[in-house]
T-cell receptor, first 112, second 117 residues
């Protein structure tokens, strides 16, 4: 089945800097790649997603890039703010299996 | 966005008892819901896919007789942890995707923190 790997596991940046989180997936049939933000004790919230027929998507300070050939996708957060501090999960799903397979998570800490 | 409600938010039970967790899609119908388990500081691990009107599909290594799933309607799925033991203590969270398309957003319940003593 699908395997999603995520790096780094922890990331500490200064406020205003950029943060990049990278994921790779194993199943070439995967066609949907969402990113979730989870604050302590809370439910995961979708922050951005990308389809397999798109190479890049941007929403204000957040962008996601997808390289289908290499089977990896990345989350880019620019001008980070303390409220960006949380755990971020990448995920992937295939058309036939609608359950999301999650990466291991990245704990982002933005230092004021 | 759509709302998925999970109840209870937390529960403490004695070893050997059973606990039922409910997951409801409040403003959309979900033919499929997903149950995940999350250990502290770890990822969400899929336990099973709950299918309305039919048997759940369990992931490898998940005991179907221990984690009973019932999806009796298009808006409600339940997870019952039977004969709970301390090692079952965890954060359980459900999810549902609105519609049938490949690109629909997955919405999550608020999760249930189970502590077995």
């Amino acid at each position: 089945g699908e395997n999603v790997e995520q790096h780094p596991s922890t990331l500490s940046v200064q406020e205003g800097d950029s943060a990049v989180i990278k994921c790779t997936y194993s199943d070439s049939a995967s066609n949907y790649f969402p990113w979730y933000k989870q604050e302590l004790g809370k439910r995961p919230q979708l922050i951005i997603d990308i389809r397999s027929n798109v190479g890049e998507k941007k929403d204000q300070r957040i962008a996601v890039t997808l390289n289908k050939t290499a089977k990896h996708f990345s989350l880019h957060i620019t001008e980070t703010q303390p409220e960006d501090s949380a755990v971020y999960f990448c995920a992937a799903s295939t058309p036939g299996r609608r359950a999301l397979t999650f990466g291991s998570g990245t704990r982002l800490q933005v230092q004021p | 966005g759509a709302v998925v409600s999970q109840h209870p938010s937390w529960v403490i039970c004695k070893s050997g008892t059973s606990v039922k967790i409910e997951c409801r899609s409040l403003d959309f119908q979900a033919t499929t819901m997903f149950w995940y388990r999350q250990f502290p500081k770890q990822s969400l691990m899929l336990m099973a896919t709950s299918n309305e009107g039919s048997k759940a599909t369990y992931e490898q290594g998940v005991e179907k007789d221990k984690f009973l799933i019932n999806h009796a309607s298009l808006t409600l799925s339940t997870l019952t942890v039977t004969s709970a033991h301390p090692e079952d203590s965890s954060f359980y969270i459900c999810s549902a995707r609105a519609g049938q398309g490949s690109y629909t957003e997955a919405f999550f319940g608020q999760g249930t923190r189970l502590t077995v003593v």
